[in-house]
């Protein structure tokens, strides 16, 4: 199993402004995603957050909006860029610990809750 | 466009009696269906997964089924608790990527 700390877990902030979103593991993974929750809404994935290189997007999400890193195999941000009212949701960490078949299960954080004004 | 439908009605079930949840798709053909549970506040619990070439998997008193040809997918608490009250999200995949197609969720009271 994987335990995944997200933080913060909630945040108000101010249109313009951007927010980092930190997310560890307590042990290696070999795949983090970020999710978006928006209310009443089903699991969107924002992207796919690779070691050492480039995340790579879903589409309708980029890069300048929502840059991520992971550093390594335990850790990745994602940033939140100049927000507006319409980013609002709750963001979601996960991970795999598969070998890349597909068909393994994914590990959640929390979830941090934005809120922008 | 590809869709998965899950019930935006929350299910009152009494305690002791058996939960069916639905999930249906159109315009996908998912190699494996997983079914996760969310509590308020926290992020998604996987509980099962299913694959193409399977009917049915049990684990304690949850029940999946999987018919591909009725594009649909059905998820069974038997004797339900309080403590089982969530959210129960359905999820498909296609091998090779794990990147996961989410249902919005269906909501499981449950009386004492």
């Known amino acids: 199993s994987a335990v995944i700390s997200q933080k913060p877990s909630r945040d108000i902030c101010q249109r313009g402004t951007s927010l980092t979103i930190q997310c560890q593991v307590d042990?290696?993974?070999?795949?983090m995603f970020w999710y978006r929750q928006q209310p009443g809404q089903s699991l969107t994935l924002i992207a796919t957050a690779n070691q050492g290189s480039e995340a790579t997007y879903e589409s309708g999400f980029v890069i300048d909006k929502f840059p991520i890193s992971r550093p390594n195999l335990t850790f990745s941000t994602l940033t939140v860029s100049n927000m507006s009212p319409e980013d609002s949701s709750i963001y979601l960490c996960?991970?795999?610990?598969?070998?890349?078949?597909?068909?393994?299960?994914?590990?959640f954080g929390s979830g941090t809750q934005l809120s922008v004004l | 466009s590809q869709k998965i439908e899950q019930n935006s009605e929350a299910l009152n079930i009494q305690e002791g009696k058996t939960a069916t949840l639905t999930c249906n798709y159109t315009?996908?053909?998912?190699?494996?269906l997983q079914w996760y549970r969310q509590d308020p506040g926290r992020g998604p619990v996987f509980l099962l997964l299913i694959r193409e070439n399977e009917k049915e998997k049990r684990k304690e008193r949850l029940k999946v089924t999987f018919d591909t040809t009725l594009k649909q997918s059905l998820f069974h608490i038997t004797a339900s608790q309080p403590a089982d009250s969530a959210t129960y999200l359905c999820a498909l995949g296609a091998y090779g990527n794990n990147r996961l197609a989410f249902g919005k969720g269906n909501q499981v009271v449950v009386i004492p």
């Open positions: 996960s991970a795999t610990k598969g070998l890349g078949t597909g068909d393994e299960k994914l590990f």
């Open positions: 042990s290696q993974v070999t795949m």
């Open positions: 315009n996908y053909s998912p190699a494996y």
